[in-house]
């Protein structure tokens, strides 16, 4: 395996752990401020990725760490704790926290296109000529050069990561927090009844399943619209 294979494959790996902890440590807040201690007495209203690892050491770690080295881009799982009963008696609540997960990613999103922007316009990035998940920017002259570099690649990993990570888990399907999230654009009584329905490891896996076969139709159109975002007025075929 070559050398900058490996080192994509890190930069993967480390914005893989900070927007999962941030994620979850979103989610465990939410439900905090809903009533919720459960996740906060688990260490997990935290931007250590140390509990968040403790709990879920497979998902947060090893699965990550093994594709971000293989494929060149990480992925994995984690969780945050809830309190079933008082999701139940908090429909809402429990919809807010759901959501907060994405919210947090397409925040990191937003911030890393900002920096992006912000280091086109004083020619500290450059358009390059080809883009691709690693590379939406190129260092330009603006900056030292092996910084520049750190920083192009790193803040193009970390938007494409957030991202990915947000819309993935907004699809409407149990276990991702789109099943949830979506019970706030719902009357309160249909959203418990579809809650009740999908709930069991049985939708759960089904729910994977047919999120991994939808995601690749998102991901080109996401991509573009990334692309769209950082290079406005530039065409990439």
Do not use: K
Not at 165 to 182: K, Q, R
Request: hydrophobic share 55%; aromatic share 10%; charged share 10%.
């Amino acid at each position: 395996m070559e050398p900058s294979a490996v080192m994509d494959g890190l930069f993967w790996f480390v914005a893989f752990l900070f927007s999962t902890t941030v994620h979850e440590a979103a989610h465990a807040w939410v439900a905090l401020m809903g009533g919720d201690p459960t996740a906060y007495q688990g260490g997990q209203v935290s931007l250590s990725p140390i509990p968040h690892v403790r709990r879920e050491p497979i998902g947060m770690l090893v699965v990550p760490l093994l594709t971000a080295i293989t494929n060149g881009w990480a992925m994995g799982w984690a969780s945050a704790p809830y309190d079933p009963n008082w999701a139940e008696r908090y429909p809402r609540r429990a919809a807010w926290m759901a959501a907060a997960g994405p919210a947090a990613n397409y925040c990191l999103a937003i911030l890393s296109l900002l920096l992006l922007r912000a280091g086109l316009a004083m020619g500290y990035f450059v358009a390059p000529e080809t883009v691709n998940l690693n590379h939406l920017v190129a260092p330009g002259a603006g900056g030292e050069a092996g910084l520049a570099a750190f920083l192009a690649q790193g803040l193009s990993v970390l938007l494409m990561e957030n991202a990915i990570l947000g819309t993935f888990n907004l699809v409407p399907l149990p276990p991702l927090d789109g099943s949830a999230a979506i019970e706030l654009l719902l009357p309160e009584r249909i959203a418990v009844s579809i809650r009740h329905f999908t709930r069991g490891t049985q939708f759960s896996f089904v729910g994977l399943f047919i999120a991994w076969q939808v995601f690749p139709m998102i991901s080109s159109p996401l991509f573009s619209l990334v692309i769209r975002l950082v290079h406005p007025g530039v065409t990439y075929s």
